[in-house]
T-cell receptor, first 114, second 110 residues
Framework: GEEVAQTPKHLVRGEGQKAKLYCAPI?????VFWYQQVLKNEFKFLIS????????ETGMPKERFSAKCLPNSPCSLEIQATKLEDSAVYFC????????????FGQGTRLTVV | GQQLNQSPQSMFIQEGEDVSMNCTSS?????WLWYKQDPGEGPVLLIA?????ELTSNGRLTAQFGITRKDSFLNISASIPSDVGIYFC??????????FGTGTSLTVIP
């Protein structure tokens, strides 16, 4: 597609439940980035992929967070046993390649843990 | 993770005034990007800069890639009410990692 598509737009989970978010990058883009944005507007980097391979996972809380980008499927970010502090907007961005490139963002998924 | 220093944090201006905001980093970047985020929406790319010293315009917006590669600024001329939103800078390094500024919240008073 011509834009980064994230689903769902809103997600409400009880504490301890699993949450799964999806991101379809722009067609032809080989890099996908996940960010968490909390109330202070800070973009916290979580993980990035180059095609289906993890490129950088230095921001990923590994205990409960996992992510995948499989061929011919949307990328996914999964949170096991959600906690209240996981409430945030999760953004996905994609870029075409290294070199002269720009990152385009999806509309985000607002996760509310109650 | 690294956060870019973006200032000012917020601005309240009269319609028609010019706006200037900037970002600084302790690290060198090879790309600077400026985004605008409206409430409930994802960041929308405004301007991309790829070379030190580069000055690029997009309508009333002008941005520059600092000579040291550690800073960038964004100017908005003759502001209008729809310019309201949060503006973010982002820097990309040679490792294809993106780092974001803390945002500048712009309010335009008609």
């Amino acid at each position: 597609g011509e834009e980064v598509a994230q689903t769902p737009k809103h997600l409400v989970r009880g504490e301890g439940q699993k949450a799964k978010l999806y991101c379809a990058p722009i067609k032809g883009h080989s890099y996908v980035f996940w960010y968490q944005q909390v109330l202070k507007n800070e973009f916290k980097f979580l993980i990035s992929f180059q095609n289906e391979n993890v490129f950088d996972e230095t921001g990923m809380p590994k205990e409960r967070f996992s992510a995948k980008c499989l061929p011919n499927s949307p990328c996914s970010l999964e949170i096991q046993a959600t906690k209240l502090e996981d409430s945030a907007v999760y953004f996905c961005a994609s870029t075409s390649r290294q070199g002269k490139t720009e990152a385009f963002f999806g509309q985000g998924t607002r996760l509310t843990v109650v | 993770g690294q956060q870019l220093n973006q200032s000012p944090q917020s601005m309240f201006i009269q319609e028609g005034e010019d706006v200037s905001m900037n970002c600084t980093s302790s690290s060198i970047f090879n790309t600077w990007l400026w985004y605008k985020q409206d409430p409930g929406e994802g960041p929308v790319l405004l301007i991309a800069l790829y070379k030190a010293g580069e000055l690029t315009s997009n309508g009333r917006l002008t941005a520059q890639f600092g000579i040291t590669r550690k800073d960038s600024f964004l100017n908005i001329s003759a502001s209008i009410p729809s310019d309201v939103g949060i503006y973010f800078c982002a820097g990309r390094n040679t490792g294809n990692q993106f780092y974001f500024g803390t945002g500048t919240s712009l309010t335009v008073i008609p």
